[in-house]
């Protein structure tokens, strides 16, 4: 009876083995899921691709001040909820309530989702189909962190885009205002990130604001005493954001700087502003009356170069975790939706 492959005599079965250890090898290499992210990933398929964002968010920074700190948002929101896949930036329809429209995310800024849209609109002129929403947010956010200051970190590029956008799977992925530190450190730790590179991240809050609903328990009738505020609080702070915030109820949109010192720039202040009761939130104000991340809310506050290095490294670690690579994911041709309106 014939054999269907037929192996020459002079052909050892090690060296059949070895051939096809070879073959297998190469096609892994070459699958779509097996790619990994690279520097240079859209060197050939759209060179110009870092060039058109870096004009696009300049411009927009230059028009809205605020788009910087509500890129950032932006972009941990994203990373931290199904991992760094754009899946924030998708709208609910009739048939999925996304991400941005948990309570969480209602607040986000609407120029972080603004600035991805005028990216990838330009780049799906010069290279349609090629750019990933999740590459563009990533390579946004850091051009714009460092255009008011911050730190310039590495972005390795070639995530694709979700396939799935939830906002019940949005609730506990991420810290809020009122959890206890152990909480918050908890989130970050059950994602793979140390207490030092929860602070670092935290001092992203040197730019950008909060929202007076955010902090009111704070700074009116704190603990049911009428017209007390938050004993950690500086009093003249306090009573200043009392003014600022007095019709907060009516405007749920009123808001105060994060950093009242230097608000536009990127800079350890914020740290610096912690022990002095100049915190905003009760959960950065925690950063300093915890034991577990004072010391490094004080080295980053002597140290502005220490606070750029944990923070860039942190930032970095932040852009890979829980990308979605090859038929996990897609290149949407838009950002807000999925290439299948099925979800």
Do not use: W
């Amino acid at each position: 009876m014939g054999s269907i492959l037929k192996v020459p005599p002079s052909l050892h079965h090690s060296h059949l083995f070895f051939f096809l250890a070879i073959l297998i090898i190469l096609l892994a290499r070459i699958h779509p899921c097996n790619s990994k992210l690279t520097l240079d990933y859209y060197q050939q398929t759209c060179p110009k691709l870092e060039q058109i964002i870096q004009e696009t968010v300049m411009d927009k920074q230059i028009k809205s001040p605020t788009t910087a700190a509500g890129t950032v948002r932006l972009f941990f929101h994203d990373c931290f909820v199904e991992g760094c896949d754009a899946s924030v930036l998708v709208s609910s329809n009739n048939f999925n309530k996304a991400e941005r429209d948990a309570d969480i995310n209602l607040s986000l800024p609407g120029d972080g989702f603004d600035v991805i849209v005028r990216a990838k609109t330009a780049i799906e002129l010069a290279c349609p189909g090629i750019v990933s929403c999740a590459d563009i947010l990533s390579i946004a956010t850091r051009d714009l962190i460092t255009m008011v200051g911050g730190p310039y970190y590495k972005v390795r590029l070639g995530r694709k885009d979700g396939l799935v956008s939830s906002a019940s799977h949005v609730e506990g992925n991420l810290p809020r205002p009122t959890m206890t530190m152990s909480q918050i450190i908890s989130i970050f730790q059950t994602k793979g990130f140390t207490i030092r590179e929860m602070v670092a991240l935290s001092g992203a809050h040197t730019i950008g604001f909060s929202h007076c609903t955010e902090f009111a328990s704070r700074i009116y009738n704190y603990g049911g005493k009428a017209g007390a505020h938050d004993p950690s609080l500086d009093p003249r702070f306090a009573q200043g954001l009392q003014n600022a915030c007095t019709t907060y109820q009516k405007d749920p949109s009123m808001s105060v700087f994060n950093d009242i010192i230097s608000p536009g720039k990127f800079d350890n202040i914020f740290f610096q502003n912690l022990p002095k009761g100049l915190a905003l939130l009760a959960s950065d104000q925690g950063l300093v009356a915890d034991a577990r991340t004072k010391p490094f809310v004080e080295m980053y506050a002597a140290n502005q170069t220490a606070f750029f290095q944990d923070f860039a490294h942190a930032m970095e670690k932040l852009s890979i975790y829980g990308v979605k690579m090859g038929r996990k994911g897609e290149v949407r041709r838009r950002c807000d939706q999925f290439n299948s309106l099925t979800v």
